[in-house]
């Protein structure tokens, strides 16, 4: 069956840095395009991030472009979002997601990053 | 960016009756537009795609429809476990968008 397992939330000061990770099994995951998504405590769903099956396609939502930046190694099945200038508005819990044309098939549980000081 | 208004906020159902959520784009998405489900502490889970489709494993009382900017989705008869917050999704334009939720409670 299809998993997705996020790894790497924390607590971070602002302006610091981290990465997550998502692991991916049971489906191919180099056919397969993937996003980040967040969801601030008590808050709606805000897509963060796309990249393509090869990684030669990525999108950026505005308010994370030129601070986060999203890779994918193939070979090891993952997923990753480096997150550099962390302001206390990215606090959230960062989901990653398998794309199917459009729409989030399945679903990771979620990582949570806290930004404070 | 398109922006994605869901209607109401909240529904009051009670077990068994039906439950009517909308979703409205700011321009049109044709029916490219999703529907998830999400209950408390857990990832959202995907319903429909491409407006009207189920998912995989998506039982028969969940049913979407609509096209352009104007959505719905139905819920012919609750069950306990369908009580959660429900998201509509648009994937016509990057970057895709969500509406803000609806909450489907017990009256």
């Known amino acids: 069956q299809v998993q997705l397992v996020e790894s790497g939330g924390g607590l971070v000061k602002p302006g610091g840095s981290l990465r997550l990770s998502c692991a991916a099994s049971?489906?191919?995951?180099?056919?397969?395009?993937m996003s980040w998504i967040r969801q601030a405590p008590g808050k709606g769903l805000e897509w963060v991030s796309y990249?393509?099956?090869?990684?030669?396609?990525?999108f950026y939502a505005d308010s994370v472009k030129g601070r986060f930046t999203i890779s994918r190694d193939n070979a090891k099945n993952s997923l990753y979002l480096q997150m550099n200038s962390l302001r206390a508005e990215d606090t959230a819990v960062y989901y990653c997601?398998?794309?199917?044309?459009?729409?989030?098939?399945?679903w990771g549980q979620g990582t949570l990053v806290t930004v404070s000081s | 960016e398109i922006v994605m208004t869901q209607s109401p906020a909240t529904l009051s159902v009670s077990p068994g009756e039906r439950a009517t959520l909308s979703c409205r784009a700011s321009?049109?998405?044709?029916?490219?537009l999703a529907w998830y489900q999400q209950k408390p502490g857990q990832a959202p889970r995907l319903l429909i795609y491409?407006?009207?489709t189920r998912a995989a494993g998506i039982p028969a009382r969940f049913s979407g429809s609509g096209s352009g900017t104007e959505f719905t989705l139905t819920i012919s008869s609750l069950q306990s476990e369908d009580f959660a917050v429900y998201f509509c999704?648009?994937?016509?334009?990057?970057?895709?968008?969500f509406g803000q939720g609806t909450k489907v409670e017990i009256k």
């Open positions: 999704q648009q994937y016509d334009n990057w970057p895709w968008t």
């Open positions: 997601a398998k794309e199917r044309g459009g729409w989030l098939d399945y």
């Open positions: 990249i393509s099956s090869s990684g030669s396609t990525i």
């Open positions: 049971g489906f191919t995951f180099s056919d397969s395009y």
């Open positions: 321009q049109s998405v044709s029916t490219n």
């Open positions: 491409g407006a009207s």
